[in-house]
């Protein structure tokens, strides 16, 4: 349930983030508008990027992991023919390659083979730290160091025509830590050229759609428990809640936990967080994070 912006301090907001601004700049226009410095993101977006930038109010910045952890959705369009110091259109050309002859059915059969778990490697322009330090804080120094690939999962990729030559768009649904600007890169290398991605667009986290952000000037805060809807529900009885907010192990046999491998959102006879429950040593669960009452 979606509440006053200026009444409600704990809870998340659902941005619409313009192109320009970078996700600290949310952040900070967010924490005067709603005059709390107690405001936090759940993951970066790019200043050129657009679209669904989940924030945690108060209490919630404990819980922004959960929102990060959820699957992504975006859109974004190919450039073949050039490829940019930072995978985008914001970056400097470093080569460039004529595209002709790369078809539609080339760039989707290469892309063929970028679904299910794959391997990516970070971009150098990224928030990746490696040694202490961010990627893209090497990169302002000139500097190129050697990456590690990390595995990513896409759960689904498509790529369609435009009316523009050369250019193509690309819709993927991915888990966490995916780097589209790479994805569009590799994909083009595979199909025998090079290309950056021209516009971006994050349509979705987890089950919160473009259709539910709002732009920057017009937030509200939507309830804790709203937040985590995309994790399962427990229903706590009063004298459970007693116990969940000492910070309790129960045994998974407690509760009707179905066969959810957790986290699991325990709320309250009212339908407020208590707290998110983790697997924890043999058949037993407990509290990854406590909301405390007020």
């Known amino acids: 349930m979606a509440s006053n912006a200026k009444s409600q301090k704990n809870g998340f907001v659902i941005v619409d983030k313009d192109p320009g601004w970078t996700?600290?700049?949310?952040?900070?226009?967010?924490?005067?508008?709603l005059d709390t410095r107690k405001v936090g993101h759940s993951?970066?977006?790019?200043?050129?990027?657009?679209?669904?930038?989940?924030?945690g109010?108060?209490?919630?910045?404990?819980?922004?992991?959960?929102?990060?952890?959820?699957?992504?959705?975006?859109?974004?369009?190919?450039?073949?023919?050039?490829e940019t110091s930072t995978l985008d259109a914001e970056g400097q050309v470093t080569f460039t390659q004529d595209p002709t002859g790369i078809t539609l059915e080339a760039l989707k059969s290469a892309a063929s083979e970028y679904t299910g778990e794959i391997l990516q490697i970070p971009p150098m322009v990224s928030a990746v730290k490696i040694d202490g330090k961010r990627l893209y804080e090497l990169a302002r120094e000139g500097k190129s160091i050697e990456r590690e690939p990390r595995k990513i999962h896409i759960f689904?990729?498509?790529?369609?025509?435009?009316?523009?030559?050369?250019?193509?768009?690309?819709?993927?649904?991915?888990?966490?830590?995916?780097?589209?600007?790479?994805?569009?890169?590799?994909?083009?290398?595979?199909?025998?050229?090079?290309?950056?991605?021209g516009t971006l667009r994050r349509n979705a986290i987890g089950s919160f759609t473009e259709s539910e952000a709002d732009p920057i000037e017009g937030i509200k805060i939507i309830g804790l428990s709203e937040g985590l809807r995309d994790y399962p529900r427990v229903l706590v009885n009063p004298k459970d809640a007693a116990l969940v907010n000492v910070g309790k192990v129960f045994d998974k046999d407690h509760f009707a936990l179905g066969d959810s491998a957790g986290p699991w959102a325990f709320i309250d006879q009212q339908e407020e967080l208590l707290a998110v429950y983790k697997p924890h040593r043999g058949s037993t669960i407990k509290p990854d994070v406590v909301i405390p009452s007020d």
């Open 57 to 82: 109010v108060g209490k919630a910045t404990r819980l922004l992991k959960f929102i990060t952890d959820l699957p992504k959705r975006y859109t974004a369009t190919m450039v073949l023919g050039k």
């Open 23 to 33: 996700s600290h700049d949310v952040v900070a226009r967010t924490r005067k508008i």
């Open 156 to 197: 689904d990729l498509a790529i369609e025509l435009t009316p523009e030559e050369h250019v193509y768009e690309l819709s993927v649904a991915c888990g966490s830590g995916t780097y589209v600007r790479s994805l569009v890169s590799d994909i083009a290398r595979s199909a025998g050229t090079v290309a950056h991605v």
């Open 43 to 55: 993951g970066t977006l790019d200043p050129p990027a657009t679209g669904v930038l989940i924030l």
